[in-house]
């Protein structure tokens, strides 16, 4: 029997992000329209390897997935050692458009979940002529804390197995429990501290209300999506967020937890599938 | 809802070894009822029953029974699955020395874990 090789492919790129040259690990898969797919907060790309894995979706998106600098096989700036990482709006948005454009992606579809679904609400505002349309997994507008910023100070959050407990009830009981695990071990993996230092961009430095309004939808419609479970962004604070951007479409997954693509594949297709259609469609 | 705590803990190995370092006592409260679970070097010694006149405790998790009852369930339903689900909606109150808790989050996650019916 033929070894099962996943039709996946990763390289690095060096790519000028506000000034400093960073490595940056990605991987892709498929061809067709540019989905440049962002990972949560302390974890990495292998997040999105079930979409990159789904001939339904590969056979006319190029699903592409980076770790951010810091995370996964990324590096850190040249100097690491001697700073704190803090994840800054403006960085995490110019590190986003400067893969785009180093890959010369002519009008990608950008997905993020968690953090990333909260840069697509911005990305739909400053960027909406670059992208033709975001979609936001668990993306929600501005912090919704569930646990103390006191907690930060605790030198737990340079721990993996810390981070992976802090979000482990995000996933839904009844997503599968290989999967379930797969995705916390993705947080065992990270470097120390770059959970927390995510943390300055999801819980400080990400009030996007404002922006909202100004999103352009005839030129890049916002899809938010949110499973029934995450008490992380909860479908509250998504609906919320979606009567805030112009032609914003809210969809609550039912039995979903915060990992859509990575704990619960095989339901996320269910919810994903229709949506890239709908974005195939207004892309003829 | 307590009752086999110990037991089940003991048949669990692997709880063991991720407790290994701790050594705590903590409450769970159900409606009134205050619950002393005393942790020795990751295993769960006893279960104390109250009333209690200030006992010494790191941290509690309270609830009313019937949240308790929800999040028991095999599949709980949204706001019940996890204890910080329940904090978040206010189900729960997690209160007292939450350090203690954090340092040992999986493992006392896991030990709640074990109040569940199929568990």
């Known amino acids: ?284 | 809802m307590l009752a086999g705590l110990v037991v089940k803990a003991r048949r669990n190995p692997n709880l063991q070894r991720l407790g290994r370092n701790c050594t705590a006592e903590f409450v769970i409260g159900i409606d009134d009822a205050r619950h002393h679970i005393v942790i020795r070097k990751g295993l769960v010694a006893e279960v104390l029953e109250g009333p209690f006149k200030m006992r010494p405790y790191s941290f509690s998790i309270t609830a009313p029974a019937a949240s308790w009852t929800e999040f028991c369930k095999p599949k709980p339903a949204p706001g019940f699955n996890d204890v910080f689900a329940m904090t978040s909606y206010g189900h729960a109150q997690l209160e007292g020395d939450s350090a203690v808790f954090l340092e040992h989050l999986r493992f006392f996650k896991d030990i709640l874990a074990l109040l569940r019916k199929d568990a």
């Not at chain 1, 990763?10 to 440049?36: K, N, Q, S, V």
């Not at chain 1, 400080?204 to 922006?211: M, P």
Request: include cysteine; charge should be negative.
């Open chain 1, 1 to 284: 029997m033929p070894v099962a090789i996943e039709p996946i492919t990763g390289r690095y790129a060096h790519i000028d992000i506000m000034g400093e040259t960073y490595r940056i690990y990605f991987e892709e898969a498929g061809e067709g329209t540019p989905l440049i797919c962002l990972h949560t907060a302390g974890a990495h790309s292998s997040q999105f390897r079930h979409l990159m894995s789904d001939e339904a979706i590969t056979n006319r998106y190029r699903v592409i997935a980076f770790d951010l600098p810091w995370h996964g096989k990324s590096n850190p700036p040249v100097g690491w050692q001697d700073m704190e990482y803090k994840l800054t709006a403006d960085f995490y948005a110019a590190a986003t458009i400067a893969f785009a454009d180093a890959l010369e992606l002519d009008r990608p579809v950008v997905m993020g979940c968690s953090m990333g679904g909260r840069l697509v609400v911005r990305l739909a505002r400053e960027h909406g002529q670059k992208f033709r349309a975001a979609i936001g997994l668990e993306g929600s507008n501005r912090p919704s804390p569930w646990w103390d910023n006191s907690w930060l100070d605790n030198d737990v959050f340079a721990r993996g197995d810390f981070c992976a407990a802090l979000v482990s009830g995000l996933a839904s009981p009844h997503s599968p429990a290989e999967f379930r695990n797969e995705t916390l071990w993705h947080y065992h993996q990270s470097g120390s501290d770059v959970f927390k230092g995510d943390m300055h961009f999801f819980r400080t430095d990400s009030q996007f209300e404002a922006d909202g309004a100004a999103v352009d939808p005839s030129a890049c419609k916002v899809f938010l999506m949110t499973g029934e479970y995450d008490y992380s962004c909860t479908p509250a604070d998504t609906e919320r967020t979606a009567k805030t951007i112009p032609g914003a479409e809210a969809i609550i997954m039912r039995e979903m937890g915060h990992f859509p693509m990575s704990e619960h594949p095989e339901r996320f297709r269910e919810y994903i599938l229709p949506v890239l259609d709908q974005i195939a469609r207004m892309s003829d």
